[in-house]
């Protein structure tokens, strides 16, 4: 029997509509700019070229050469994200002016964040969500990045070909390259809230390989600003669309999270560090480190893809320009479709995806709002959280990964969907892919 919930989708673009709507449009053609081939013939968007970091102590904010030009340089997170993101907001393309929600730091130790936002909360009919299932195959016919309009799209952002940062204003969109985009959420938690999206092209589902957590990474390291975070939420642990993505967006004061203390447990292969949260709620693992930055990666992604094929929900929150990687799964749409929530809780309509657990908790009704507390928030993480058993037995499953790893295999066989192994390559063009299944422990 599989495990369902009632909910309502947050719509994250203009064109977002129920599956129904989409499958009558469709036939009759799109007749709008989207992502998809009936409107890219001749479309441009700017490109944004990183330059690959080889050390992970070198993630520091860089200039850009623009190639039309050659004027000063352009910083990439204020003067390209933040500008494209607010000629947007001018445009009318949000559903409401986010920096118009009330927020607050709640009185406590840890600083929990409260915020009023009820243009998230949404009067559309509920849909049947399933819950038990981390690795779902990718269905076209359902809402899909390459629906959104191209006015949604900020810039496509990817490594560079040459050993410098490149800005190109009107660069044409490559579908045989499957270029990564960067997106307006048009339902923004916070100031400058977009949407990763790596290879858009590719139509790949919600779940983490190697080389689209190195690019989140390197957009984390490009940004050069620790109130940029970058966010990831797995299927079962309310991400929203089965489209692989990531999230981020600026918020000016520490997340709980980040102040919360570790305790050290390891050091794997390539000098990355991993610890255990310590007096937070919310049970999870803490990556930092590593000689380059592909280590770190490699190292998360690895734990990720372990989770994935154990069918284990997870969230990720990268933090400190890249520097510093939360890891924690969670089990809360499983306890609210098996009626282990509370009421109270419940009637909150908060999903506890990555921004509440890392301690930014988006309220949707004035009431909770007004009565946030840190007591409060404690209470809903605390039911995110797995157990303590079962998070030491979700620890062995991660370590013995990495194990595998170091003892000379390059990292996890992916779990194929509908029978369809998949290759995958990292940012510098290196194949990661073998044959680990010893290496996994599927329960």
Not at 101 to 124: D, M, T, W, Y
Not at 190 to 202: A, D, K, M, Q, S
Request: charged share 25%; hydrophobic share 35%; aromatic share 8%.
């Amino acid at each position: 029997m599989s495990l369902k919930i009632k909910r309502v989708p947050t719509i994250v673009s203009n064109y977002q509509k129920e599956e129904g709507e989409e499958g009558a449009r469709q036939a009759g053609g799109c007749g709008r700019n989207c992502l998809q081939k009936c409107c890219l013939s001749g479309s441009k968007l700017p490109l944004y070229a990183f330059k690959k970091i080889l050390k992970c102590d070198n993630l520091l904010p860089k200039d850009v050469i623009d190639h039309d030009d050659k004027e000063p340089t352009i910083p990439f997170l204020d003067s390209l994200l933040l500008g494209e993101w607010e000629d947007r907001m001018q445009k009318g393309l949000f559903r409401y002016d986010v920096t118009a929600c009330e927020s607050k730091v709640i009185p406590g130790e840890h600083g929990f964040i409260a915020q009023l936002n009820e243009g998230r909360h949404l009067k559309k009919r509920p849909t049947e969500f399933r819950v038990d299932k981390v690795l779902q195959p990718y269905d076209g016919s359902k809402f899909n990045f390459t629906k959104v309009g191209q006015e949604e799209v900020l810039f496509q952002f990817e490594a560079s070909e040459e050993d410098e940062i490149q800005f190109f204003p009107n660069a044409p969109i490559d579908i045989e390259n499957a270029p990564s985009v960067v997106a307006i959420n048009v339902s923004p938690i916070e100031y400058g809230h977009v949407l990763l999206i790596p290879r858009v092209f590719e139509c790949l589902p919600q779940r983490i390989d190697r080389e689209s957590f190195l690019l989140a990474l390197y957009m984390a390291a490009e940004a050069g600003n620790p109130y940029f975070r970058l966010g990831y939420n797995s299927l079962g642990a309310f991400a929203t669309i089965n489209h692989l993505h990531f999230q981020a967006y600026y918020l000016a004061v520490p997340f709980p999270m980040e102040k919360a203390s570790t305790k050290k447990i390891t050091m794997v292969n390539g000098n990355v560090g991993i610890s255990q949260l310590l007096n937070y709620p919310v049970r999870g693992l803490v990556f930092e480190g590593g000689d380059t930055l592909n280590d770190l990666s490699d190292a998360v992604s690895d734990s990720c893809i372990c989770l994935q094929n154990n069918n284990i929900p997870h969230n990720v929150l990268i933090a400190d320009s890249g520097r510093r990687v939360f890891l924690l799964p969670q089990c809360y749409a499983e306890k609210q479709a098996l009626g282990e929530v509370s009421e109270e809780l419940l009637d909150t309509q908060v999903n506890p995806a990555v921004w509440e657990i890392s301690g930014h908790m988006v309220l949707k009704r004035k009431k909770d709002y007004d009565e946030a507390s840190e007591e409060n928030a404690w209470r809903l993480l605390a039911e995110v959280s797995l157990s303590e058993e079962r998070f030491e037995e979700v620890k062995a499953l991660i370590f013995e990964t990495i194990s595998c790893v170091e003892n000379g295999n390059s990292g996890p066989e992916e779990e194929p969907l509908d029978g369809k192994s998949e290759s995958v390559e990292n940012v510098d063009g290196h194949n990661k892919t073998t044959n680990r299944q010893e290496c996994l422990v599927i329960q």
